[in-house]
């Protein structure tokens, strides 16, 4: 079974204070790995796409990374308008067409 | 615009009522999906579509129901078989093998 693990949970962050969230997976056949953002009371909004162990993509205080077995999404410098809950989906060659699978997120809070 | 609309936003429902949240696209999208959110829980799917006229039960599909007679709509019917209803319901839509866009959602509550 296709599974997708998000830790932390939950994340407190000064703001200027760099870290990053990990999204672990146990897939048969990863076709693509997704990341999210989503605010409170909010649908998801995405962000990057990413397909193969190696890649990287970045966008202002974001970067996502992907090896075999896991993603990383790392935040530099983060704004108090980056706190939210950040997700992570795969597709694998099981799916075609069907739903992606996401984890449970993790909830970041930047304090000023 | 083009996007994913749901509505209403909010919801409530009264113990035995049957309700019908909306999810209308017109991302020319084939595939639509229902997801529901509890807290701490993460996105699980209801049901999901791929094409017109057809589609397929997720995990937690047990006290929904679904139809799929236009591209553009996927309505999601609340049964009241579900005795634990209140939570966050998304829509989504993808074209293809990419991402999935979302719609903003409806709170349910059962009131």
């Known amino acids: 079974e296709d599974q997708v693990t998000q830790s932390p949970e939950a994340l407190r962050l000064q703001e200027g204070e760099s870290s990053s969230l990990n999204c672990s997976y146990t897939?048969?056949?990863?076709?693509?790995l997704f990341w999210y953002r989503q605010d409170p009371g909010k649908g998801p909004e995405f962000l990057f796409t990413?397909?193969?162990a190696g890649e990287e993509k970045e966008k202002e205080r974001l970067k996502a990374t992907l090896t075999k077995k896991e993603s990383f999404l790392h935040i530099t410098a983060p704004k108090p308008e980056d706190s939210a809950t950040y997700l992570c989906?795969?597709?694998?060659?099981?799916?075609?067409?069907?739903?992606?699978?996401f984890g449970k997120g993790t909830r970041l809070s930047v304090i000023a | 615009d083009g996007g994913i609309t749901q509505s209403p936003k909010y919801l409530f429902r009264k113990e035995g009522q049957n309700v019908t949240l909306s999810c209308e696209q017109n991302?020319?999208?084939?595939?639509m999906y229902w997801y529901r959110q509890d807290p701490g829980q993460g996105l699980r799917l209801i049901y999901y579509?791929?094409?017109?006229?057809?589609?397929q039960k997720g995990d937690i599909a047990e006290g929904y129901s679904v139809s799929r007679e236009k591209k553009e709509s996927f309505p999601l019917t609340v049964t009241s078989a579900q005795k634990n209803p209140t939570a966050f319901y998304l829509c989504?839509?993808?074209?293809?093998?990419?991402?999935?866009?979302f719609g903003q959602g409806t709170r349910l509550t059962v009131v």
């Open positions: 989504a839509s993808r074209p293809g093998n990419t991402e999935a866009f």
């Open positions: 897939v048969s056949g990863l076709r693509g």
């Open positions: 990413l397909y193969s």
């Open positions: 989906a795969v597709r694998t060659f099981n799916s075609g067409n069907t739903p992606l699978v």
């Open positions: 991302l020319n999208h084939d595939a």
């Open positions: 579509s791929q094409i017109v006229n057809d589609f």
